[in-house]
């Protein structure tokens, strides 16, 4: 991504990624705040990682597959930041610069959560890939959804029925223990641009948080948009 394609200014959208473990609500959440905005006039659209667009979907079905693992962390890295550069270039720029809102459910802080933290794949490797993928187009607001492991697990295990695990749902409590650090650790590193939400709450008092989060935030949605 070249960063001549990124447009500033007030005519811009604004860029909102959603981040956590397994089963902390992330899908719901981002489907309140989109008829949030909705009712208040700002168009938008979600969207998701690893995924988003054509190419970057395909990239999502081998991840998922865990042939990533196979490969290595440095490799499954390289698959994660392909996707992303396909989905930055031709969903999530697009978007912003005709002015709608993105929501992302996750993008580069699961990189570095779970490939970085977990994968222990190397910080210099995860900023290089980083500068090519994204550029400086970071979020203006990361909300980062935080539920106890017993409890995410217990909200995934329910969505998936009778269906199998994917390559990262079935990792160990302890992998997932050392992903809501990684997710906390996160937001205290970058309390601007991230808020931290306890989600183990009902979807209702969560998406009111998140709702004053995006308000506090973002001024451009007016004190007087719907509650
Ligand atoms: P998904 O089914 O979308 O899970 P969730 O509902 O938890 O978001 O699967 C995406 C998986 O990919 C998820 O386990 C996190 C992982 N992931 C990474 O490891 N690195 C990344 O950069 C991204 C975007 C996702």
Redesign the pocket.
């Known amino acids: 991504m070249a960063e001549a394609d990124v447009k500033r200014g007030p005519g811009r959208g604004k860029f909102i990624t959603f981040e956590?473990?397994?089963?902390?609500g992330?899908?719901t959440q981002i489907k309140m705040l989109a008829q949030r905005l909705e009712a208040a006039g700002v168009p938008n659209i979600a969207t998701?990682?690893?995924?988003g667009s054509p190419g970057a979907e395909i990239i999502?079905h081998l991840?998922?597959s865990g042939v990533g693992k196979l490969l290595g962390p440095e490799a499954?890295?390289l698959l994660?930041?392909a996707?992303?550069d396909d989905h930055v270039r031709t969903v999530i720029l697009p978007a912003l610069n005709q002015g709608t809102w993105v929501l992302c459910?996750?993008?580069?802080d699961?990189?570095r959560?779970?490939?970085g933290s977990l994968?222990q794949v190397s910080p210099d490797i995860l900023n290089a890939l980083q500068r090519v993928t994204i550029g400086d187009l970071k979020p203006d607001l990361t909300i980062i959804l935080d539920v106890p492991v017993e409890v995410g697990m217990r909200r995934?295990a329910v969505r998936r029925g009778s269906g199998s695990a994917?390559?990262?749902?079935s990792e160990d409590m302890s992998f997932h223990e050392g992903l809501r650090a990684a997710y906390r650790k996160i937001a205290a590193d970058d309390p601007k641009r991230c808020v931290l939400i306890d989600a183990t709450a009902d979807a209702d008092s969560v998406g009111q948080a998140v709702w004053s989060a995006v308000r506090e935030h973002l001024a451009t949605v007016t004190a007087a948009s719907p509650a």
């Open positions: 956590g473990g397994e089963g902390s992330k899908s998701r990682e690893p995924g999502r991840l998922l499954e890295t994660f930041a996707a992303r459910d996750r993008f580069f699961s990189t959560a779970y490939q994968g995934a994917d390559r990262f749902e």
